[in-house]
Every structure is written in C-alpha cells, then in structure tokens.
C-alpha cells in the first residue's frame, strides 16, 4: 500500500501530522507493506527567494493578528508538538521560500534518502537556533549531506533552479486535482484522503479501512494462454 504526503517544510502541522501518521504507521500490523511518498506543496509559492522575514512577522500581515496573537499561536503549536515528543522553538523562527527545498527533496527520492532529508529539514526550521533560510544554499547542502546525500550534488541542484522544478510543479498539480488546499493532505492507495494533522486514532483507522478495502486481482483467464515461469516456458503442443 502506497500512502502519499503533500506537505511544506514551512508548515508546523505537517510537522505535528508526520509524527502523528508515523505512530499510527509504527503499530500498523502491515507497516512494512507501506511505502511511504512525500509530495511537494507550498505555503507561500510567491515568496521570493532570499525573501526571510520572522515568523511572528509573517504570521501578522498574512493573517492580520497581533503580535500577541501571532505568539499565543505558536505557544499552542509548541504544545501540540512537545506532545509528540517533538522539538518546537516558539520564539525567533524565521520564514522563507521552500521551492529549493522540495527540489531537492525530489532528488533525495531517487537516492532513497527522501525520509532521511524530510526529517532533517522539519528538524532544522522548527527546532533548532540556526535558521534554514538565511544562510543560504551551504546551510542546505549542509543538511543534504547529514541527510546521506553527494554534497557536490545537492549543491549542483541548488544552482541550476530548472532542476526538480518540473517535478514539484507536477505535485503541486497534482494536489489540486485531488482537492488538497491546505496541508498536510494524506492519500492512502488513491482510495481515500486525510486532511490536516488528525489523531494518530484517525490515521490508523485509515490505514486500516485501506488495508482491508484494496480489490483483490481479478483473473481474466480462459484457461488456453501459454505463459513462462520459473521452470521454463510452455510448448505449444501440436
């Protein structure tokens, strides 16, 4: 079974779901059948690159809330992560553009390292004091590496903004067909779709619901069709 994420970087309840959907998936009693996909989705398309401001800042003239409201937000988001036993700093975060980001995230999946660089991204906007934006493409290629990715490679990537870009355009199209405005969005076997950083209750029971309801193969077989197999191939009798 094939479960797809459509999330941003930026986003601190795709941070909270992710860990919230990997609990569900850990007690899974088929967890090591579920391949696991992140799709790309971004917040904040418009946003230029180098464009860094603090999150608080933000948070205020997209939404129009006061400093006190943007604060009492992510006092609460750091609550719900301290509750996944998740690293939140409330205080001092800074928001950027993440296209680069999913980019590269594209090219960790083709190495197999895409869980790797997912964690490791989350990680270093929402937990830790250096930022993810600021320091420019080093600070990623930095993490690539951690990550287990060629660092002369990601940096290649970071350089050349026409590489992955076709692929996260296509995510990003793909996520409007099916529906998602916001994210996190889940999609379990193209069967059935979960909105937002729910439950881990919720999330196993759409593992479960999807698990159960997968069509078994159809056979279409007239009983006459010569086939190859492991001990050879039939012959045509006369």
């Not at 129009?64 to 992510?74: D, R, V």
């Not at 350089?159 to 996260?168: C, F, L, N, Q, S």
């Not at 067909?177 to 999330?203: I, K, T």
Request: charged fraction near 30%; charge should be negative.
């Amino acid at each position: 079974m094939r479960v797809e994420i459509w999330s941003d970087i930026a986003c601190p309840w795709c941070y909270v779901g992710k860990a919230r959907f990997e609990k569900a998936l850990e007690a899974f009693p088929h967890r090591d059948q579920v391949e696991v996909v992140h799709r790309s989705f971004e917040l904040d398309p418009g946003r230029a690159k180098g464009d860094v401001q603090p999150v608080l800042a933000m948070l205020t003239e997209k939404y129009g809330m006061s400093q006190a409201q943007a604060q009492a937000g992510e006092e609460n988001l750091g609550a719900q992560a301290a509750a996944e036993g998740l690293d939140y700093r409330t205080r001092d975060r800074d928001h950027g553009n993440t296209f680069d980001l999913h980019r590269l995230l594209h090219f960790a999946k083709e190495q197999g390292r895409q869980d790797e660089l997912v964690e490791i991204l989350y990680r270093a906007n929402f937990a830790e004091e250096r930022s993810l934006f600021a320091e420019g493409d080093e600070r990623v290629v930095e993490l690539a590496a951690e990550a287990g990715l060629d660092a002369d490679a990601a940096r290649k990537i970071l350089a050349d903004p026409t590489a992955y870009a076709d692929e996260v355009r296509a995510d990003e199209r793909e996520a409007a067909e099916l529906g998602a405005n916001g994210v996190p969005f889940f999609v379990l076997d193209r069967a059935y779709g979960v909105s937002g950083a729910q439950p881990a209750e919720v999330f196993a029971q759409a593992l479960t619901r999807a698990w159960g309801d997968r069509s078994p193969l159809q056979l279409i077989d007239d009983g006459g069709a010569q086939a190859c197999g492991p001990q050879g191939c039939e012959v045509p009798q006369a």
